[in-house]
């Protein structure tokens, strides 16, 4: 019997609060007012939503709000319920806890028991992680239904009180790239109504000997008052090596497949930020392609992006249609890709 | 073509520093002396091991020291080098950083590159959910031979400048039940000598309209200064569930494998605490399995305990013998199992 095709159903989104523009966000920071352009013209991205009411703090949408959103609406839209679930995939790179984990509160709010799940720790490929992990599932069988998920929050390092100003711009940047937002899929064996077959998940650590280009710490009880940064970046590198690699997804995904560029109907590129998915998609040279981005108005989302991609993608898709969604993580260096096509 | 079985080919662990016994931890911890018949007692566990030195509070030796450690006496028992494995999983509840995981920089270290990693995070039954992955990868294919690894650490919760004496007894708990360590297996879909076939990997998350029975935080910059416990315990919960919960993966597993209890020769039972462990093993009625249990030597070594099972259980099986480990996840409530069999 050959493995059977994995269907992509449906994608559902979810982002927490009213957007939060440039301006906004750089008299919350405390700022010089010259940020606002600095970060219009130089990070390209314009909005995002916050977890955290950046008057008082508080955290108004947890993780696990964003994540029952977004499946949600995944599971209407794909005209199924909880019940019709085997099991569930999260990526985050911010769990609400340690344990339990955040995939686990996730499908008690939903209603989904007695099932298998997964959390995977994950960064801007996590997504397509997830994704890889649930169609190795469904082709092993006997599950028929999966529930993939990517969420991310920065609300446990949001800390109003620091002085950006003064910070390094290694932990400058953090404050204005990235925004909260969670995404959801329903992948099946089963084909429905509109819904694009996955045709290859490309995912390669390719870290060994580089340093890493993001790092991201946690603290527990014992080493809260360390001194290490929360957040770090080397944009830099980032800069530098991202482009690179995903015109080394684009090519070896459109080998693998036999495609060529002029097969690429939907391009779903990395969106660390606005001005950077803009320099990757002309590296990438697919003039033919139509871009499907949303970091200017989200900010980048980490595990949740692609899921807000593909939400956009799908309804403009027609039956014979390719896409290809690329990935990058920087922070042990992963290149990863999806391509899918409707059927 | 029928699904290829999966071979697990070899077991290889690691434990940091010098066995810590109970009067030696009832001294570093100041608790009156009393406590140390307590443990041996109630507990049942008389050793564990830590990555971080008792005397000073340093860590001696990292999540990915134990990782790279038990991965390499795993790869050394397999004969196999770094270039022969197609992916790797980790499950932990402690990884290092939130990014890079520690899945990639244990494969940085081990020199495996180019291929798909997985970090799951993931409590007591992260070693099964793992295994669970990994054997899902190399059913679907390509992908022939994959490193499993469960490692976790306490070393950021151990804060010895806190007062133990007055605090409550669902964080108290916790000084007392668990260790460090690391464990890796190699799985492949060619067998080797002495491989054993997994038979079934089982995996049911229960946790709908459940209190957690654990909980374990991490802080962020914003949130390190909270008053929340870093890691709690309801132990009455976990006494009264997790028997029940054993004997009901017994029960599916064999059922679903059409096994009866005389087939069992080997227990891999859960390994909360020496005592709990005990208990778990009565409430199975098994008593021709012989039971292979590590957990008064080593503490509650979370990811890592299945694996430390296993590297004991392996060589004492015969070809036709059956072993079934169960673990169970306290955290939000899942029950976990893995049987396999010499061929």
Redesign the interface.
């Known amino acids: ?1 050959p ?1 059977p095709d994995i269907h992509l159903l449906s994608v559902g989104t979810a982002l927490p609060g009213p957007p939060v523009d440039n301006a906004t966000l750089v008299r919350r920071l405390k700022v010089p007012a010259v940020w606002e352009q600095w970060i219009d013209t130089f990070i390209g991205t314009h909005n995002r939503h916050f977890a955290v009411d950046l008057e008082t ?1 508080a955290v108004h949408t947890t993780l696990t709000d964003l994540g029952v959103s977004a499946s949600t609406r995944a599971l209407a839209a794909a005209g199924l319920d909880s019940g019709d679930i085997d099991f569930i995939v999260l990526g985050t ?3 609400e ?5 955040t995939v ?2 996730i ?2 709010r939903l ?13 801007c490929t996590g997504a397509i ?1 997830a994704l ?2 649930a ?3 469904l ?3 006997p599950a028929r239904t999966a529930l993939v998920i990517g969420a991310d929050s920065c ?6 009180s ?1 002085n950006f100003e003064s910070m390094q711009p290694s932990e400058q940047v953090n404050g204005v790239l990235f925004g909260d937002g969670a995404g959801a899929a329903v992948l099946s064996t089963r084909p429905a109504r509109n819904s694009a077959v996955i045709r290859q998940v490309y ?7 580089r340093e ?1 280009g ?12 360390s001194d290490r940064p ?2 770090s970046e080397d944009y830099k590198a980032i800069e530098e090596s991202v482009p690179k690699m995903a015109v080394e997804v684009l090519h070896e995904v459109l080998d693998h497949l036999d495609w060529d560029e002029s097969d690429v109907d939907y391009l779903l590129p990395p969106q660390l930020s606005g001005r950077m998915t803009a320099r990757i998609r002309d590296a990438l040279e697919l003039p033919r392609a139509q871009e499907v981005s949303c970091v200017a108005e989200t900010g980048n989302t980490g595990n949740a992006l692609p899921f807000l991609q593909l939400e956009r993608a799908l309804p403009r898709m027609s039956a014979g249609d390719r896409a290809l969604a690329i990935a990058i993580e920087s ?2 260096w ?1 290149k990863a890709g999806i391509a899918l096509e409707k059927v």
């Open positions: 019997m493995a703090g790179a911010s769990p806890m340690l344990m339990p984990t686990n509160m499908a008690d209603g989904i028991d007695n099932v298998p799940t997964y959390q995977l720790q994950s960064g992680q890889d992990v169609q190795a599932m082709t092993a069988g609300a446990k390092h949001i800390d109003l620091l995912l390669r650590l390719v870290g060994m000997n890493p993001q790092s991201i710490e946690w603290y527990g009880r014992a080493d809260r008052n929360a957040v922070s042990k992963i």
